[in-house]
């Protein structure tokens, strides 16, 4: 069974980049072309995608962040992972990593737990 | 940069048929997906590609999309199904509507 699991610092200073990681298990991030997917969701808000890469590196952004944004993968570590430069408190969030039920597609039916990211100093 | 508008809030009674709704400019074009939140959990693909549910998703969630909307019908609904639920489509970017929050009472 496929699960994903993000992982990084939970208090990021403002201005910093905020960096996390999302392994997948019980199957490779290679072996399909799903575009893997990264979310996040400010308190008490909606969600919001921020981008999403596929095995091979290709990347969507989500116009809004693409400026601050790099999503990148390591197929043998069986992880993607998302960068976010010059961080305000805005950026405070639940970042979750996802992928999508179909190759080629964008909705996503399995997430990873989320994992909360402060910004503040 | 396109945008989905939801309601904020639909109230239901035990039993009864709950739609939540999505609008966005040329929807039905599109495909829209549907999740469910509950309160601190991860979100749950509940509908994809308008109108499919994926596996272990109960019958009685269904969706529709034609013209500019898209809806999420909840039938019978139960205690179990107040969350929060969000709309998604693709236009150049993935789009998120902003929420509904469905209340069972």
């Known amino acids: ?121 | 940069s396109y945008e989905l508008t939801q309601s904020p809030s639909v109230s239901v009674s035990p039993g009864q048929t709950a739609n939540i709704t999505c609008s966005g400019d040329k929807l039905g074009h599109k495909y829209a997906s549907w999740y469910q939140q509950k309160p601190g959990q991860s979100p749950v693909l509940v509908i994809y590609q308008d109108s499919k549910r994926p596996s272990g998703i109960p019958e009685r969630f269904s969706g529709s999309n034609s013209g500019n909307t898209a809806t999420l019908t909840i039938s019978g609904t139960q205690a179990l199904d107040e969350a929060d639920y969000y709309c998604q489509a693709w236009d150049s970017s993935v789009v998120f509507g902003g929420g509904t929050k469905l209340t069972v009472l």
Request: aromatic content about 12%; some cysteine; charged content about 10%.
């Open chain 1, 1 to 121: 069974q496929l699960q994903l699991q993000e992982s990084g610092p939970g208090l990021v200073k403002p201005s910093e980049t905020l960096s996390l990681t999302c392994t997948v298990s019980g199957g490779s991030i290679s072996s399909s072309s799903y575009y893997w997917g990264w979310i996040r969701q400010p308190p008490g808000k909606g969600l919001e995608w921020i981008g999403s890469i596929y095995y091979s590196g290709s990347t969507y952004y989500n116009p809004s962040l693409m400026s601050r944004v790099t999503i990148s993968v390591d197929t043998p570590k069986n992880q993607f992972s998302l960068k976010l430069r010059s961080v305000t408190a805005a950026d405070t969030a639940v970042y979750y990593c996802a992928r999508p039920e179909g190759t080629g597609t964008i909705s996503f039916d399995i997430w990873g737990q989320g994992t909360m990211v402060t910004v503040s100093s």
